[in-house]
């Protein structure tokens, strides 16, 4: 495939630049921290470090050689501006992603994903020269699918706290790229997977307790079986990450990221178990809190990103899977 935007200038994009990473201690912060490290680009990351949240003191450790890190809160005001002073690039990463933590705390999910959201874009617009703002998203906003794979076309319809949340914070976003010329991207991301993501319970996604689990030497529960889900290496979407945050055509843009491959729940749990040479599943019944939000099978339509910004995912699933029991086979006891 002819890139349009060839990886090479990613490199040349970021070097010395400056760039915040809100939510940079989680699994998806702390990927794209290292990449841009790599790049040479200067990082600053603030992340709360809540109990419920994904970010990890292991990752503080790692990251504080490349980044400057502070641990706080996106809404406390003065320390986001003096963050946001020439910056050059903004990752806007931090965010409550508990489905279940929604419906039981819903107060506290809008206060950090749309608060949270609105006083970063507040802070942006006071800016003499606003950064670029890449927000991630979820594909959770769809609700139940009306067909698939899913496109950014597809009707709106959240079935839970968190997914009219993360709705409305894009539409903030949306709101300050029109109103303010604050050149932002939003990214719709699939079930992202890989090393450093949530394992002490399914928070983050129902794959971490599952490794978890397996880990342990527990049986796997399986909630129905029989859905299908696309999941996405985290390189695949770190790459997703850093062209949305460099590329011209990507300002006001929004983009599906997920894999053209989706593979059914219990299939998945049976090459889970395999590539980890032991393992049991089980398979149960949702319970009827889960039931209401689940949102069955799942396949995401990628064509926008690929066609504009030349981003598709070349790592396979086992491949994915393989690395990250790996991973965690050796720094398992920061994470579970």
């Known amino acids: 495939m002819t890139e349009p935007f060839p990886p090479h200038t990613l490199a040349d994009h970021y070097r010395d630049r400056s760039v915040l990473i809100t939510g940079g201690l989680g699994f998806l912060g702390s990927n794209l921290a290292l990449s841009l490290a ?4 200067r990082i600053a ?45 903004i990752f806007h990463l931090a965010a409550r992603t508990g489905h279940l933590d929604s419906m039981r705390s ?8 749309v608060a949270g959201t609105l006083a970063l874009l ?26 698939i794979p899913v496109d950014e076309t597809h009707p709106i319809n959240p079935v839970d706290v968190n997914a009219i949340h993360k709705l409305a914070a ?27 993501m949530r394992i002490r319970d399914a928070r983050q996604s129902f794959m971490g307790e599952w490794l978890r689990r397996l880990l342990q030497q527990q049986p796997l529960e399986v909630w129905g079986g029989s859905q299908q889900r696309d999941l996405l290496d985290v390189e695949d979407c770190v790459a997703a990450l850093l062209l949305a945050g460099s590329h011209p055509v990507a300002v006001g843009q929004i983009y599906n990221v997920g894999h053209a491959r989706s593979v059914r729940l ?19 019944d949702f319970s009827a809190e889960r039931v209401p939000i689940d949102i069955g099978s799942f396949a995401t339509n990628s064509n926008r990103i690929r066609d504009q910004l030349g981003w598709m995912p070349h790592t396979d699933l ?7 029991l790996t991973y965690y086979r050796q720094h398992g006891e920061h994470y579970a």
């Open 45 to 89: 990351i603030i992340d709360s470090l809540i109990p419920e949240g994904g970010g990890n003191q292991f990752h503080q450790r790692v990251l504080q050689k490349c980044a400057s890190i502070e641990v706080g809160d996106v809404r406390e005001s003065v320390r986001l501006e003096r963050l946001l002073a020439g910056c050059d690039v």
């Open 318 to 324: 086992d491949t994915t899977l393989h690395r990250t």
């Open 106 to 113: 819903p107060l506290e999910d809008l206060d950090s994903n």
């Open 170 to 196: 894009e539409q903030h976003t949306q709101l300050y790229n029109r109103l303010y010329g604050l050149p932002t991207t939003i990214l719709r991301l699939t079930n992202v997977i890989g090393p450093g």
């Open 38 to 41: 790599r790049l040479g680009a």
């Open 122 to 147: 507040e802070s942006c617009r006071r800016q003499a020269s606003p950064a670029r703002i890449v927000f991630t998203s979820t594909r959770q906003l769809y609700g139940r699918p009306r067909h």
């Open 266 to 284: 219990d299939e998945l749990a049976d090459r889970l178990i395999q590539l980890n040479g032991a393992g049991q599943r089980i398979v149960r």
